[in-house]
């Protein structure tokens, strides 16, 4: 039986804990991931991104929490939640011993029962690939198209994409866009993407999950975030902006500029006092980011000294 009927949602992660290394902790995590749903999970380098998917993968083993897939775990369901989900690893996992792109799809037919010939031919056709070209020999960005095409062949409910357009060309990363919208064309199709890359956050994301330094620091609606934070430009003879609705940033020099994540609620705060908006603006995600960092990184900074 199919439970994604029986479940409202893809991926629950219940207080997630990892530990990893001697001094990486991971988590908790809690987030849940519905189906018919993209979700970027964004972070710098060393945030512990692809830690926390080789633990969905059930290749780190958590320290606390869990992890359920429509309803099942690894500890009872282990082989049905691997044929129903499609893993682009950071670093490839495939064949590096001579295979080609072509045996290693003969290989995974015998392994899924839901491996569709007709997306992968047309899936390589569509990347360009040359199928007899040993796996090891590829570039970089040849081995990232040929295991998303090896992730994708068997139709899964869930892609796990850890970076998937790194090492690709601009034409190649808007091939990979545009199969990833095409493939949620389908019902009840879910993707968790970790990725550097803002424009991919905006074109797929319905949802962000933000980490840094193995934390997370926010889950968020991908519209809902962009609609809240906005820069708003005043007159500079106001006092006090830092105590305004949502107000995290402030820049003076001519009109002064605030960051708000409370948008609505600042401007219902000027119009009841009588300041007058000269802009808005909506951020950048990039900005956003960087702002949502700032008190994780002083109090990293604080720890320090101590």
């Not at 219940?14 to 001697?22: K, P």
């Amino acid at each position: 039986m199919n439970t994604t009927s029986m479940n409202n949602h893809a991926i629950s992660l219940s207080n997630l804990t990892v530990s990893h290394g001697t001094s990486f902790i991971l988590g908790p995590i809690n987030c849940v991931l519905e189906p018919g749903t993209v979700t970027a999970l964004v972070g710098p380098n060393g945030s512990g991104k692809s830690t926390l998917f080789r633990t969905m993968m059930n290749y780190h083993f958590p320290d606390g929490g869990e992890i359920n897939y429509w309803g099942l775990n690894y500890s009872n369901d282990a082989v049905e939640i691997k044929s129903r989900l499609g893993y682009v690893p950071e670093l490839s996992e495939l064949d590096q011993h001579g295979k080609h792109l072509r045996d290693l799809s003969s290989f995974m037919s015998h392994w899924y029962p839901t491996w569709d010939t007709h997306k992968y031919n047309y899936l390589a056709e569509h990347f360009e690939l040359e199928e007899t070209m040993p796996f090891k020999q590829m570039s970089k960005g040849s081995q990232r198209k040929a295991s998303l095409i090896l992730a994708m062949s068997h139709n899964p409910e869930l892609l796990l994409l850890d970076e998937p357009s790194s090492g690709l060309d601009p034409f190649a990363t808007r091939k990979m866009i545009e199969e990833i919208t095409h493939y949620m064309e389908e019902p009840d199709r879910t993707v968790l993407i970790a990725t550097h890359s803002m424009d991919e956050v905006r074109r797929l994301a319905d949802f962000v999950l933000f980490m840094y330094n193995g934390k997370q620091i926010g889950y968020y609606e991908k519209d809902a975030l962009i609609d809240d934070w906005r820069s708003v430009w005043v007159q500079n003879d106001v006092e006090a902006p830092y105590s305004w609705p949502g107000v995290l940033h402030v820049e003076n020099g001519g009109p002064i500029r605030v960051i708000t994540n409370k948008y609505r609620e600042l401007l219902e705060y000027l119009d009841a006092n009588r300041i007058a908006v000269i802009k808005t603006e909506t951020l950048e995600l990039e900005e956003i980011l960087l702002q949502l960092l700032i008190p994780y990184k002083e109090a990293g900074k604080k720890s320090i000294r101590r």
